[in-house]
């Protein structure tokens, strides 16, 4: 794209940043789109796995029901209590919206279809996600109130649990696939196990998938590890001072993290835009279908799990990051490592 805009007689310098902004638009805008559209088919999911209708009164089925609800909290009254930090208040809820931007910069739609390809592409997911917690504790403590700051505290402890384990699963896709690069990651699952194109297919790598997969539900706060936001004990956790478009901030970085996590399923384990098996025929179909199609898979699973399994106690949720989850994905770092250096592979 920069050749492009400096065919255009730009310098190099302005053809760069130009194509740059361009890349950054057309992954934001149509991630907001998706994430408009993603919460209605949330909303649709539960309704019928609960035998209701969900939303089908605004635009044809419900369509536009997400556009009304964000124009009717984009018109309310921006309320910040009397007691709290208004500076950090109002940070808070833009920390935890452009952290969850930032991470899709290296996430792979198709061979080649990326803003940035950094060698180093999974270190930097690590990273951003690390820095998710800023914006949690900082509504949590801002708010000046009891119940957020609990709920803050809650969260804080959970993410940072389970980032742990995330961490070294994630070590054993990078022993695999020899790279940090997310492009390469998806081309080291090509004909990985005979025709299956994905680590999950490994038996060594599938129980990694599970556990991500479960990992990934406490990281973004979704049941049955929703207790950050438990309405029944909590109120609505550390978002209860919100109103207007600070809530809404919140409410659309949580749902593009957990887009993010699904395309981090999609990607590290099951293939990314390459299709399901490595037939000729099946290459036919464009990659970013194959991403869009996977990615919609594991947020039907997640919206399905929401739907039909019960909250964790507190105390079950975090035995399970750190008795269960860091002392069997430590035992599979060395399993998977022994295992290769057997087979020469680092050689």
């Not at 009164?57 to 964000?70: H, T």
């Not at 492009?183 to 990694?208: C, E, R, S, T």
């Not at 919140?250 to 395309?263: I, P």
Request: charged share 10%; net charge neutral.
């Amino acid at each position: 794209m920069t050749a492009f805009f400096q065919t255009l007689g730009m310098s190099y310098e302005w053809a760069w940043f130009v194509s740059t902004v361009c890349g950054v638009l057309l992954i934001a805008l149509p991630l907001m789109l998706a994430v408009a559209m993603i919460i209605y088919v949330d909303r649709k999911i539960w309704a019928a796995m609960a035998l209701r209708r969900g939303p089908n009164v605004v635009g044809p089925f419900g369509l536009l029901q997400s556009f009304a609800d964000g124009l009717k909290v984009f018109l309310q009254e921006t309320i910040i209590p009397s007691a709290a930090n208004k500076g950090l208040f109002l940070i808070a809820p833009i920390v935890t919206f452009t952290l969850a931007l930032l991470s899709w910069a290296v996430i792979p739609f198709n061979s080649g279809a990326f803003v940035s390809n950094i060698n180093i592409g999974l270190l930097y997911i690590l990273a951003i996600s690390s820095l998710g917690v800023y914006g949690t504790i900082m509504a949590g403590w801002a708010s000046n109130s009891k119940y957020p700051f609990f709920s803050a505290m809650r969260a804080s402890a959970q993410m940072i649990s389970y980032e742990v384990s995330i961490g070294f699963i994630l070590i054993t896709v990078v022993l695999w696939a020899g790279t940090f690069n997310m492009n390469d990651i998806v081309w080291a699952q090509k004909g990985h196990v005979w025709i299956i194109n994905g680590f999950v297919a490994n038996p060594l790598l599938f129980p990694m998938w599970v556990m991500f997969l479960i990992s990934s539900l406490a990281e973004t706060q979704r049941a049955p590890f929703d207790l950050a936001e438990a309405e029944s004990e909590l109120v609505a956790g550390y978002q209860t001072e919100y109103s207007s478009m600070a809530f809404a901030a919140y409410w659309l970085g949580e749902y593009a993290n957990v887009l993010l996590m699904c395309a981090l399923n999609a990607t590290l384990f099951w293939g990314g835009w390459l299709p399901p098996l490595d037939i000729p025929i099946l290459y036919l179909v464009p990659g970013f279908i194959w991403f869009l199609l996977k990615v919609f898979f594991f947020f039907f699973v997640f919206s399905w799990i929401k739907a039909t399994v019960p909250r964790y106690r507190y105390d079950q949720l975090m035995r399970l990051g750190w008795k269960v989850f860091l002392p069997v994905s430590l035992l599979f770092v060395v399993l998977v490592s022994g295992y290769l250096m057997a087979i020469g592979h680092f050689k």
